[in-house]
């Protein structure tokens, strides 16, 4: 016999520990018996009857495998149960067709009686396949069975096993860790809500993973579903980041690594939610050094050293990089990194912070102290700075 069972994850382990129970059984009492666990996969689910909404669940097939039991030459097709002068049929060979005459006959081939059996039993010859009916209490003088009750129960356990009952109950009270999303609608999903919102990570009902949650779970889609939906023009910009994540070198990196294996298939467990959510501001964060490092790049191939050391310079049409704050035992300094309208790079530490814009214009005065190099970029260091705005000529010192 063989028998297919669709399981879910959850219950999984809960199934193959029955399973296992029934193998041990199953070798005290010789009987052949085997599983297999095959064809794990995703399939959707209505969490109530008759419900539009579904969920995604990750199911395993269960194989069960057990032969009948082959003893003096016989092997039990079924056994019978005489109630209201008729048989009650219990197959034990699922593949048996037992003779109708069968149904009624209430007999034992072993004494040639006809008495009141309440139990009987259904043997096939295994090779002249012939059927004969014996009474319970003749069974182990007949094909010496002395242990058929405990055959016989094994085979009714096997068929009474249920190892993939469910209901929508049991489906709807599934913790997230057990519901599976697509990695593709998820992307789209925190694209929109980090464009619109900015990445909320802090752990309160708004944070962007929340937001993402509510949009792909059937009991709060309702709420949010004219805010958001699948945008199609998305496509592109979520197959790039899921291209850039199955391509990753981690290079040691656990986060780079953890994001490499879970895109490595279509759909991840819920229990991984906020880390698939986290990977949208991640790649932008990436994609901004990578676009930094190319700006970089051609900026450090037009710097050249300003001036000579220690003398005074001018530099108008100058433009703000970036600031660093650094400690230091003079209770720390600012480093700013400028440029000017041809790409030459100046650095200046200035012991307070000078609140420029990024996207302010100026002047600077200044003495160069210093020409050095960083990532082959040539750059001149400036010391006791004077700043102007081009725009209102107000004095930044």
Known sequence: MK???????????????KLNAVQKKAEKLNIPFSYAIENERIEEFSIRENSVDKIKLKVFDFVVIGETVVIGGYKILAYTEAVNGENIIYLIDDTAVIPKEYYTRIYCDHCKSAKNYKYSYLLENVETKEIIQVGKTCMKLYIDFYNVDAVIGFYDNLKGLNI??????????????????????TLNYTIQAVEKYGYIKECNSKNTANLVSDCL????????????????????????????????EDKGNSYLHNLKVLFKTDYFSGKFF??????VPSYYKIEARIIKAKEDEKTAKVSNYIGAVGEKI??????LKSVHYFDNQWGGSYL??????????????????????????????????????????????????????QDNQAKII
């Open 336 to 389: 700013y990194v400028m440029t000017d309208a041809v790409g030459n790079i100046y650095t200046w530490y200035a012991s307070t912070d000078k609140n420029i814009d990024e996207d302010s214009i100026f002047t600077i005065k200044g003495t160069v102290k210093n020409h050095t190099d960083y990532r082959e970029a040539k750059q001149t260091v400036l010391t006791r700075c004077k700043i102007t705005l």
């Open 3 to 17: 028998h297919t069972y669709t399981i879910f994850e959850a219950y999984k382990e809960k199934a193959e520990s």
């Open 274 to 279: 906020n880390f698939i959510v986290s990977a």
């Open 164 to 185: 993939d009952e469910y209901n929508e109950d049991m489906i709807y009270s599934m913790g997230s860790g057990y519901r599976y999303f697509s990695i593709a609608d």
């Open 314 to 319: 001018t530099v108008a049409d100058m433009s």
């Open 217 to 248: 779970c059937p009991n709060t889609k309702e709420k949010i579903v004219a805010e958001f939906k699948i945008d199609a023009s998305l496509k592109s910009r979520v197959d790039e980041i899921i291209k850039y994540y199955t391509d990753v």
